[in-house]
């Protein structure tokens, strides 16, 4: 029997993942938001009957797999409400889609041997927005993490999905969204300080970003089709103490509110040069003498 599916909050991930369950013939029993507009206008991105659409919590509660894609805050706080609307059955399961917080957050029972299905199903990619994030679910890694039947249910939705999913420990989870936040966040706030200093150039024709694009992707190709240490290209990794130093010059007297980032990311590619072997020994304790001097001074 095809289980269904109840979504409360149809925000960019809820209705993502809702609209590929859809299409992949799993039922739409009822689209949950606090605003009757936005929940219609969920409900035609999903491809379901605008008459499903409701501000009333409790709908929800006759579907076998609720989804709550709320943001983190409020995962705790809407799972009580829709169980204070009704107790739940241990052949349903809830789902929440937080890198960071544990399945049992979704449980508001002392009696485990009663407790429905809990899982956290958590798609390691970004979700700029609900069109881009429904297309590019296909063969995205997910990580499941619940008790028994929400585990069960987590391989179902992967499957329907068409998504790569693994097991994830719950006293894991806040280092995997540690990691995962680094590497999407952070590697935009790199990027957006690679293209302040670029736009010191003037070159009017083309935008920064642009122009940074093909080395990006380039060089990430390299990463994933190696290791850190044999991908990583570079004035550092060649011990060219002499570039690094002007890097230092330059942002100092360009940027200077980069400095500190570019000598503790300079330290620990230096780190990883070390790593490979490809960085001579006489090299590094010149490279390693530079930037421990830069950082005394910032």
Known sequence: MTPTIALVGPGKVGCAISARLHAAGLSITTVVSREQSRAQDACCFIGCSESLATTHISSAIQADIILIAVP???????????????FLSPDQTL???????PAQILSHTEDTTRENGLLSFHPLMPFADREHGAKQLENCPCALEGNHLGLKVGK???????????????????????AASMASNFAITLLAAAKQLLDQCQIDEYDSLTL???????????????TPEEALTGPIVRGDTQTVSQHIETISREKPDLLGLYLELATRTLAIATRSGRLQPDKAERLTRLLNGNLNHT
Do not use: C, M, W
Not at 95 to 101: E, Q, Y
Not at 162 to 173: A, I, Y
Not at 215 to 223: P, Q, S
């Open 212 to 226: 940074l694009n093909p080395l990006v992707k380039a060089t990430l190709e390299n990463l994933f089709t190696s």
């Open 156 to 178: 179902l939705l992967a499957d329907k999905l068409s998504v790569r999913d693994f097991n994830l420990r719950t006293n894991d989870k806040a280092t995997y969204h540690t």
């Open 72 to 86: 983190d805050d409020y995962i705790a706080e809407t799972s009580q409400a829709l169980q204070n609307s009704h």
């Open 95 to 101: 789902v929440h889609f937080s890198g960071l917080l």
